[in-house]
């Protein structure tokens, strides 16, 4: 086969095309505004962040840290790694006999000791533990060294010298200078980073964010399964957890699957309770599993150990009937748990929004707690999940944030949200450039030299007053021209050449039948506003 062509988008990951992008972009559009009415404000977040990030808010044992992180090694300290080989060369010196002076290798130590420090003034997310540790033993070992050596380069106690020496080595051959650095697969942890480290909680009343842009996760590619996707969430943060901000939040969510014509959402709520209760729950859960161990697949024999509650999530037919038998966590709340979702039932109630309750609905992220919440919607198979969320309360605290800190969010699957609005046909009444039949209003054919002058200013004036105008950038034949603006759909052919411009007017066809006039400026605008 001749020339293939080269590179492809990698699996999981794919090109948005306009007229499909213009969907997207009014859809985001769309949330901004409704956000907007109900106080939030846009957050930009980096789309990467240090892996431990995730690792302690989305929770080890979760299907996203264990397996599906994009993660990397920042290779911005190169420095710190060569002036660490280079001390660790310089072990020679030390040999008996050899012919230069042992404080060479003091010198190199010293070199690495200072790259390091200059590291870590930078970046104190960089100072691990060990680091710590390794950098402290070397500082004391050079500084006990150091006067061992004489003022022209010789060792007074070559021995001790030596021994100092080989509990340097030692710590440099261990020095592990790891900095990874994950792709996010989801933003509220950069969300609750930000907050913290932005000291937000100063602000009055609750901190309302939104956020839209690309996640990375390493699932199996399937339809409305990416590896890159795309999230518009919300986040709230404050001191408050009145059940009437969880209503509020999923009452800005339907608002905005209504403003979109996304018909057919069914909204799943649970509670999964908190600290006081859950724990009871799950090792109620444990206990159950237990006894029929054998009859599970392996995933759920797994997650006996590491996380019982994610077997509710198990889509499995033949555990199906052992889950139906199990205990509800809705029967084993706390009080505090229970009185909070009777109180986020009857907000929902007041705002009449309809919803489901599913007690199975655990969310396979590790930070949440009670309000648990799931949207599907129709035109999506088995990937009908878009949207999930649910309250965070104690992962401020969990981040190093104070602890009185409450917060609950969501994240819509805008490749979700999309393919069921156009699977329903909504792709173009959704608004929006989408909207209009593809072509530009004007296609502006000239013809000669002096019409091109003509015809750049014209395609300004038009264009500042709003319309789409398509300029060839080089001179056609009649014919070619026109037919160009057919193939484009363009709505009208405007020509200028030598005629026209004579007689200081425009010829106009409408494209659709053909019908043509001549017209000055300002009726040409009159025209095409009509
Ligand atoms: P999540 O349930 O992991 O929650 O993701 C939210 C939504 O993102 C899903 O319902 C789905 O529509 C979409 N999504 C997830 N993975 C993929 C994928 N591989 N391909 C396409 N779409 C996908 C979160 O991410 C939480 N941070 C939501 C949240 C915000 N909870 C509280 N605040």
């Known amino acids: 086969m001749a020339d293939k062509a080269k590179f492809q988008a990698i699996k999981g990951v794919r090109d948005i095309l306009p007229p499909e992008s213009a969907l997207w972009n009014s859809g985001e559009q769309t949330a901004r505004e409704v956000f907007g ?10 789309i990467f962040e240090q892996t431990e990030l995730f690792a302690r808010s989305v929770g080890l044992d979760t299907d996203i840290v264990s397996k599906e992180m994009y993660t990397f090694e920042d290779h911005g300290h190169r420095d710190i790694e060569f002036a660490r080989k280079f001390a660790l060369n310089t072990e020679r010196y030390l040999k008996p006999g050899y012919p230069f002076g042992m404080e060479r290798f003091l010198q190199a130590v010293d070199a690495f000791v200072d790259a390091v420090e200059g590291a870590f003034s930078g970046d104190k997310s960089l100072e691990s533990r060990a680091n710590k540790e390794a950098l402290l033993e070397i500082k004391q070992a050079t500084s006990q060294m150091w006067p061992l050596v004489t003022p022209d380069g010789a060792v007074t106690n070559e021995d001790a010298f030596r021994s100092f020496a080989i509990r340097i080595v030692f710590r440099l051959q261990s020095f592990h200078f790891e900095n ?53 969430g919300a986040e709230v943060l404050g001191t408050s957890d009145a059940p009437g901000i969880d209503a509020e939040v999923i009452e800005m969510l339907m608002t905005l699957f209504e403003r979109l014509k996304l018909k057919g959402t069914i909204l799943n709520i649970n509670s999964i309770g908190d600290k006081n209760c859950r724990p009871a729950y799950v090792e109620k859960l444990r206990a159950e599993f237990e006894k029929v161990r054998e009859q599970l697949g392996a995933d759920s024999q797994r997650r006996i150990e590491t996380n019982p509650l994610r077997v509710l999530d198990s889509k499995l037919e033949h555990e199906q009937a052992i889950i139906e038998k199990l205990p509800r966590i809705g029967e084993n709340l706390c009080d505090d748990c229970r009185a909070h979702y009777a109180e986020v039932k009857r907000q929902l109630d007041l705002r009449g929004i309809r919803y489901q309750e599913n007690w199975r609905l655990v969310r396979g992220l590790d930070y949440y707690m009670r309000t648990t919440f799931e949207i599907t919607a129709p035109g999506l198979g088995s990937q009908n999940a878009v949207c999930g969320g649910g309250r965070y309360d104690g992962l401020v605290e969990l981040l190093g944030g104070p602890a009185a ?21 909504e792709g173009a009444a959704a608004g929006g450039p989408a909207g ?52 484009l759909r363009a709505r009208h052919a405007v020509i200028v050449g030598d005629d026209e411009l004579a007689a200081g007017i425009v010829t106009v066809k409408r494209l659709s039948d053909g019908a043509q006039q001549k017209l000055a400026e300002p009726g040409l605008m009159l025209y095409l506003r009509a």
Request: hydrophobic share 45%; charged share 20%.
């Open 436 to 487: 209009k039949a593809g072509g530009p209003d004007v296609y502006l054919a000239w013809f000669g030299a002096a019409a091109q002058t003509a015809a750049i200013g014209l395609a300004k004036r038009l264009r500042d007053a709003g319309f789409v105008v398509e300029l060839p950038a080089v001179e056609m034949k009649f014919g070619k021209s026109l037919g160009l603006a057919d193939r």
């Open 405 to 425: 800190t409450k917060g609950i969010g969501f994240a819509i699957g805008t490749d979700r949200l999309i393919l069921s609005l156009q699977e329903a046909g």
């Open 37 to 46: 009415t109900f106080g939030f404000a846009e957050i930009r977040l980096p």
């Open 180 to 232: 990874l650095l994950t792709l996010r697969p989801e933003a509220t942890a950069s969300v609750v980073r930000a907050y913290i480290e932005h000291g937000m909680q100063v602000q009055p009343g609750n901190v309302k964010l939104y956020y839209m842009g690309p996640m990375f996760r390493r699932e199996r590619p399937q339809k409305g399964r990416y590896r890159q996707f795309y999230q518009i």
